[in-house]
């Protein structure tokens, strides 16, 4: 694969005195309470992954309290109302405090490193991502300690959830935070797909990147499209909890099954999501430890996009009990045991890789081989309750914890210690130790088997999942007694991990201490905080491997940018497919922004969760004024110059357009608005499959000049966008154009509004579904009106022209992707009940 | 230790077989909730099924491991190269996924076969205990009756699933695989007990509160036995209640034939001829019975039904005389 031919290097020459101590300067942590203001990579990733480890050890806890009540039957240690709360906070910490954060969290800490970047794109996206998740999450949790916590299980079936059987701010809790963590998610996602795309060494084409950039590639592009469709769930829940709009009550034309729709939608995915970059992880691990390129790299790669393709196909595998007609069913089963294979082929190219080298025992391969073993056998389950008869007697019992617990701890957990053990020199001065490792390991994996592999029998002996107690004779005691004996087995594990990593682990990315492996990736490079001194230029996949001499002249600055020309945190742009240079990307420091920002966005959820609407108001407020300093900063003056990075390359300091990563970013944001949307109209088209007769007639239809005129103005707010962007390209000020655009689209919008006023969105699910869509074009048509107002004040405030117009051009490609995406909503509420009708 | 210890009904002949043996395993074979002791042919055939993926599951996974274990300490050259990872991850996959597709596809069809059934009753699911209600060929309401099903051993038996609460999921794993009761549908589950014998059944989709402790029993009977149950079922309440049950029990229970015509617990006309309390948790005597009521929120938390402390001790001993008195 490696094309080795001496390039000659971009800065042979030595190099001034004192640009290391400039670059040691500029991505200086700050220091004393400021520091809280850190935006690096290095920081935030380690906060978050330290974070999320705190979640992992929290929901553990939980899990303990669990195994202790089941330990004997009939035991009464713990009551229900405790139980039920235990085993949904464990579910939903587990789930969405702990495993998606960690895997987001190490493609934050690695991913500029092992890509040959100086940071990620968005730093303080990063820093409102973490801080965000942390504040929010941690208030979650602590509802547990005031009897606020949920109890609705982690998928949160309604009608269970709905306010009339669970009254009180619980499943509020569960609603408002959990749909808040995932903004943060995507936030994140977002950073990861830019970072990847656009910020690679030159040279490193797609097919050179390392398998990790790849999974983490995938990954948020999966987390882009599933991801809203929780959020759509919750916020419909929501508004029946809050608002009665009877979504899941079926006597008024909703549908309960329409939340599990929505929800394995995207929590069928999410386990893709959490396993994925956990394969990516043990893809970089194998290698290194068997001294071998990855065996049929293009195979895994294809094996990674073909599983997230898969994984949403299958979300009905969840619910093969509910009475859904049998050929249906039948196509989820063929998907479901397809997705098989993709996990088949990267589980024979590992094995495939050890087989041509010589490997290494140390622990993070002992963890490999325990992931190996754990997740093959959780695989294999996996393929026995997709088969639908099969599933029908193991669904929604011990079988399927078995399962699941498998699953997730062979695919996600035993990778990440791996990860965490192997990692460790990259980002502490002292390595994990290997003596107490292998113990971690031994005590991880005898207590998991023993915990989980009992459950299998458990449930097809006829325990149900969720339950307090049960019965003595049974057959369950013994299997039982088993399994909470391996649950403190699992923790005597952690237990000690954690006392390792508070002894060995000191954080440093200038002492750290290195490449201990051997490995072959860009991440093992010496450098600090800046990454890299310079930014090389990658032939290969495994450019430690294959370019002799490439850490010294990394080192020494001889490759690419050695030094900050600019005078402020830089890091170099280049296209997403090649990886050639495009841009000199200035990138910003750390201020209070981001962290306010995120302070209060947490502030406003948890406040509106206990029904202080007023509180939560001014705190949305404050966020809101945060997240406007923040974009005033954004957008930064071109430079009349290009930049000279070395070899001759001259690089523009400043892009607009698809050059830009802001534009990307929208692109990116706009992707997930659809896939929201799509997830809407899917509703609306369900609840009519399910209850057409709460369809009204064409007669009781608004009248067809409202959605005509409505859709008329929405297009001349467009064509007036348009215009503006004429004005500015001519040198004119688009301000008047943007006005007009802003009050014909208002105007659009109130048209709409009006002409669904004599619907009770409290009557039936028909009218819910109806005001669902007024409130999500009325949300797409306000952000879309402060975008347009912002790129005005900065024309006033002399930011904007025809160069400097990256706020403008954000502001233009959403807005007519809204006028776009209300025209489908006119059609749909409209035209749809028109065709329909009888 | 509950003080009101929860047990388990002793009719059952597998299970007394299987209560003196240890080894869990064994249990779980014989066990009268139990996927892996069949008792009609619908659950046979998911046990055979069963059977088949656990051990083409222990195959595979004993030759992957084996692989690794190769790969790691022996390196053979074969395994390394680009056709063991084609064969293994792909080829061989796709050849068995696919015959197991076919062969549970086919299964399934035969499982959600729909002759005609010799016996109809609608289950509706209630926070959390079971209404039964047994319909006569033209779908009305024959009798009314809780917690328990009883069935013509040999012949075929539909259960209309439904709910007016939360999800529920009706499991006997004897006798079914699981259904859910979801509110605004009526799922169908047709199965036919093979012997006679009682088995044990528990909601399966979780519903809140004391969602752990919503079983009930199903109870094959020989066909004429069955007939004389079904007679008694139809019959009224013998005697008049006791006014402690009109003052405290009517708003919520019926007992046909009487003015007591309550509708959110469950129907007591019989209650007395039924094999166990509060939906399978108890055993029904007149001692259970006085415990559940002044303590039903000690025995079942969260249960709908008030614990009745204040009611004198004679009340309850006549209450409970009396309902120990209805077979």
């Known amino acids: 694969m490696s094309d080795e031919r001496a390039l000659p290097l971009p800065n042979p020459g030595p190099r001034p005195a004192g640009e290391?101590?400039?670059?040691?300067?500029?991505?200086?942590?700050?220091?004393?309470?400021?520091?809280?203001?850190?935006?690096?990579?290095?920081?935030?990733?380690?906060?978050?992954?330290?974070?999320?480890?705190?979640?992992?050890?929290?929901?553990?806890?939980?899990?303990?309290?669990?195994?202790?009540?089941?330990?004997?039957?009939?035991?009464?240690?713990?009551?229900?109302?405790?139980?039920?709360?235990?085993?949904?906070?464990?579910?939903?910490?587990?789930?969405?405090?702990?495993?998606?954060?960690v895997v987001e969290a190490m493609g934050v800490l690695?991913?500029?490193?092992?890509?040959?970047?100086?940071?990620?794109?968005?730093?303080?996206?990063?820093?409102?991502?973490?801080?965000?998740?942390?504040?929010?999450?941690?208030?979650?949790?602590?509802?547990?300690?005031?009897?606020?916590?949920?109890?609705?299980?982690?998928?949160?079936?309604?009608?269970?959830?709905?306010?009339?059987?669970?009254?009180?701010?619980?499943?509020?809790?569960?609603?408002?935070?959990?749909?808040?963590?995932?903004?943060?998610?995507?936030?994140?996602?977002?950073?990861?797909?830019?970072?990847?795309?656009?910020t690679r060494a030159p040279g490193m084409t797609l097919a050179r990147m390392p398998l990790f950039a790849w999974a983490m590639l995938v990954f948020a592009v999966m987390i882009i499209l599933a991801f809203p469709a929780v959020i759509l769930a919750t916020a419909l829940?929501?508004?029946?909890?809050?608002?009665?709009?009877?979504?899941?009550?079926?006597?008024?034309?909703?549908?309960?099954?329409?939340?599990?729709?929505?929800?394995?939608?995207?929590?069928?995915?999410?386990?893709?999501?959490?396993?994925?970059?956990?394969?990516?992880?043990?893809?970089?691990?194998?290698?290194?430890?068997?001294?071998?390129?990855?065996?049929?790299?293009?195979?895994?790669?294809?094996?990674?996009?073909?599983?997230a393709f898969l994984?949403?196909?299958?979300?009905?595998?969840?619910?093969?009990?509910?009475?859904?007609?049998?050929?249906?069913?039948?196509?989820?089963?063929?998907?479901?045991?397809?997705?098989?294979?993709?996990?088949?082929?990267?589980?024979?190219?590992?094995?495939?890789?050890?087989?041509?080298?010589?490997?290494?025992?140390?622990?993070?391969?002992?963890?490999?081989?325990?992931?190996?073993?754990?997740?093959?056998?959780?695989?294999?389950?996996?393929?026995?309750?997709?088969?639908?008869?099969?599933?029908?007697?193991?669904?929604?019992?011990?079988?399927?914890?078995?399962?699941?617990?498998?699953?997730?701890?062979?695919?996600?957990?035993?990778?990440?210690?791996?990860?965490?053990?192997?990692?460790?020199?990259?980002?502490?001065?002292f390595p994990l130790s290997e003596r107490v490792g292998r113990w971690v390991f031994g005590l991880l994996f005898a207590g998991a088997n023993l915990t989980f592999f009992p459950m299998h029998v458990l449930g097809l002996a006829g325990m149900p999942r969720r339950v307090y107690t049960y019965q003595s004779g049974l057959g369950w005691d013994a299997i039982n007694l088993a399994s909470t004996a391996g649950a403190f087995v699992i923790a005597a594990g952690v237990l000690l991990f954690l006392v390792d990593v508070a002894r060995r682990f000191r954080m440093s990315a200038e002492d750290n201490a290195g490449d201990v492996w051997g490995a072959g990736t860009l991440e093992w490079l010496p450098g600090g905080n800046y990454s890299n001194r310079s930014i090389p230029v990658v032939t290969g996949r495994y450019p430690l491997w294959e370019q002799p001499g490439l850490a010294k002249d990394v080192e020494e600055g001889r490759y690419y940018l050695p030094n900050a020309p600019t005078g402020t945190r830089e890091t170099i742009l280049t296209s997403p497919l090649e990886a050639?240079?495009?841009?000199?990307?200035?990138?910003?420091?750390?201020?209070?922004?981001?962290?306010?920002?995120?302070?209060?966005?947490?502030?406003?959820?948890?406040?509106?969760?206990?029904?202080?609407?007023?509180?939560?108001?001014?705190?949305?407020l404050v966020a809101v004024g945060a997240l406007l300093h923040w974009g005033w900063s954004l957008d930064?003056?071109?430079?009349?110059?290009?930049?000279?990075?070395?070899?001759?390359?001259?690089?523009?300091?400043?892009?607009?357009?698809?050059?830009?990563?802001?534009?990307?970013?929208?692109?990116?944001?706009?992707?997930?608005?659809?896939?929201?949307?799509?997830?809407?109209?899917?509703?609306?088209l369900y609840l009519w499959l399910v209850a057409p007769g709460t369809w009204p007639d064409a007669s009781a239809l608004p009248r067809s000049s409202y959605p005509v005129v409505s859709a008329v103005l929405l297009v001349a707010s467009s064509a007036a966008f348009g215009s503006a962007n004429g004005s500015l390209a001519r040198g004119a000020t688009p301000a008047p154009a943007i006005a007009a655009a802003i009050v014909l689209a208002l105007a659009g919008f109130g048209t709409e509004f009006a002409s669904h006023l004599a619907v009770d969105p409290r009557a039936s699910a028909y009218g819910a579904v109806v005001h669902l869509f007024v409130l999500l074009g009325g949300f797409f048509v306000a952000v879309a009106v402060v975008l347009a107002a912002f790129a005005m004040a900065r024309r006033l405030a002399g930011k904007l022209d025809r160069v400097r117009r990256v706020t403008f051009d954000n502001a233009r490609i959403f807005w007519h992707y809204v006028v776009a995406q209300s025209l489908v909503g006119l059609l749909l509420l409209h035209g749809f009940p028109r065709l329909a009708a009888p | 230790m509950r003080p009101a210890c929860m047990y388990l009904t002793g009719a059952a002949a597998p299970r007394s077989a299987a209560r003196d043996i240890d080894a869990p395993l064994v249990n779980a074979l014989h066990g009268i909730q139990s996927a892996l002791n069949p008792q009609s042919p619908q659950a046979s055939a998911i046990a055979e099924l069963a059977w088949l993926l656990i051990g083409g599951a222990a195959a595979i996974f004993a030759v992957v491991m084996v692989l690794a274990a190769l790969a790691v300490w022996r390196h053979p050259r074969w395994l390394g190269s680009r056709n063991a990872i084609v064969i293994g991850g792909i080829a061989v996959p796709m050849l068995v996924l696919s015959g197991l597709l076919v062969h549970s596809v086919t299964r399934m069809g035969g499982l959600t076969d729909r002759g005609d059934a010799s016996l109809r009753v609608e289950v509706v699911g209630k926070q959390w205990w079971w209404r039964v209600r047994y319909l006569t060929a033209s779908g009305a309401t024959d009798f009314e009756t809780a917690n328990e099903l009883r069935v013509p051993a040999g012949s075929s038996v539909e259960v209309a699933l439904a709910s007016d609460d939360v999800l529920h999921s009706f499991w006997v794993p004897n006798l079914a695989g699981k259904l859910d009761l979801v509110p605004g549908r009526v799922n169908r589950l047709r199965f036919t007990a093979t012997n006679t014998g009682t088995w044990r059944g528990q909601c399966a989709e979780y519903c809140g509160g004391p969602h752990a402790l919503m079983a009930f029993h199903v109870i094959a009977l020989p066909v004429a036995d069955f007939e004389r149950w079904a007679e008694r079922q139809r019959a009224p309440a013998a005697t008049p209640p006791p006014p402690a049950f009109t003052a405290h029990c009517a708003v919520c229970h019926t007992l046909r034939g009487t003015p007591a015509g309550g509708d959110r617990g469950p129907d007591l006309t019989h209650v007395g001829g039924r094999i166990a309390l509060a939906a399978g948790i108890l055993?029904?005597?007149?001692?259970?019975?006085?415990?559940?009521?002044?303590?039903?929120?000690?025995?079942?938390?969260?249960?709908?039904?008030?614990?009745?402390r204040t009611l004198p001790a004679v009340a309850v001993a006549e209450l409970a005389a009396y309902l120990e008195g209805l077979e």
Not at chain 1, 117 to 142: C, H, Q
Not at chain 1, 173 to 181: D, K, Q, V, Y
Request: aromatic share 16%; with cysteine; proline share 7%.
């Open chain 1, 110 to 198: 690695l991913l500029p490193n092992m890509l040959g970047a100086r940071d990620l794109p968005f730093p303080r996206l990063s820093a409102y991502a973490f801080w965000a998740y942390f504040i929010g999450g941690t208030v979650f949790f602590a509802s547990l300690f005031v009897g606020w916590a949920p109890a609705g299980g982690w998928f949160m079936n309604p009608p269970l959830t709905t306010e009339y059987f669970s009254p009180g701010f619980n499943e509020d809790f569960w609603l408002l935070g959990i749909g808040f963590i995932e903004i943060s998610a995507i936030a994140g996602a977002i950073e990861i797909i830019v970072g990847v795309l656009r």
């Open chain 1, 20 to 101: 290391v101590e400039e670059l040691r300067r500029i991505w200086a942590a700050p220091k004393g309470l400021r520091f809280l203001t850190v935006i690096n990579n290095n920081y935030i990733g380690v906060l978050y992954v330290g974070a999320a480890f705190l979640f992992f050890v929290l929901a553990g806890i939980l899990a303990l309290m669990m195994r202790t009540q089941l330990a004997v039957a009939e035991n009464d240690l713990v009551g229900p109302t405790l139980y039920n709360r235990l085993f949904t906070m464990h579910g939903t910490v587990m789930m969405f405090l702990f495993a998606v954060p």
């Open chain 2, 283 to 308: 055993p029904n005597n007149r001692q259970a019975i006085a415990t559940w009521i002044t303590s039903s929120q000690h025995v079942k938390p969260g249960n709908l039904m008030p614990s009745f």
């Open chain 1, 636 to 684: 930064p003056p071109p430079l009349p110059d290009a930049v000279d990075i070395g070899g001759g390359i001259r690089l523009p300091a400043y892009a607009s357009g698809p050059t830009s990563q802001a534009w990307w970013a929208m692109a990116i944001l706009m992707l997930t608005a659809a896939s929201l949307y799509a997830c809407a109209i899917f509703s609306y």
């Open chain 1, 580 to 620: 050639t240079p495009q841009v000199l990307m200035r990138m910003p420091v750390p201020g209070w922004a981001p962290q306010v920002a995120a302070f209060f966005t947490a502030a406003f959820f948890m406040l509106l969760t206990v029904k202080l609407v007023w509180l939560a108001a001014a705190c949305g």
């Open chain 1, 311 to 429: 994984s949403f196909g299958l979300w009905v595998h969840h619910m093969f009990a509910t009475g859904i007609p049998g050929i249906s069913l039948a196509f989820f089963e063929a998907a479901s045991m397809a997705v098989a294979i993709p996990s088949g082929i990267q589980v024979f190219a590992w094995i495939a890789t050890f087989a041509r080298g010589r490997v290494r025992l140390a622990v993070p391969t002992l963890f490999v081989l325990g992931f190996l073993f754990i997740f093959v056998l959780g695989g294999l389950t996996g393929v026995m309750v997709a088969a639908i008869p099969f599933d029908w007697q193991a669904h929604d019992t011990y079988f399927v914890v078995a399962h699941l617990h498998y699953v997730l701890i062979g695919g996600m957990v035993f990778p990440l210690f791996a990860a965490f053990y192997y990692w460790m020199p990259y980002t502490s001065r």
């Open chain 1, 237 to 307: 829940l929501e508004l029946e909890r809050a608002f009665h709009w009877p979504f899941f009550t079926a006597e008024a034309g909703g549908d309960p099954l329409l939340w599990q729709h929505l929800f394995w939608f995207f929590g069928h995915p999410e386990v893709y999501v959490i396993f994925l970059p956990a394969a990516g992880m043990v893809s970089m691990i194998v290698p290194t430890m068997a001294g071998q390129p990855l065996a049929a790299q293009r195979l895994v790669i294809l094996a990674l996009v073909a599983t």
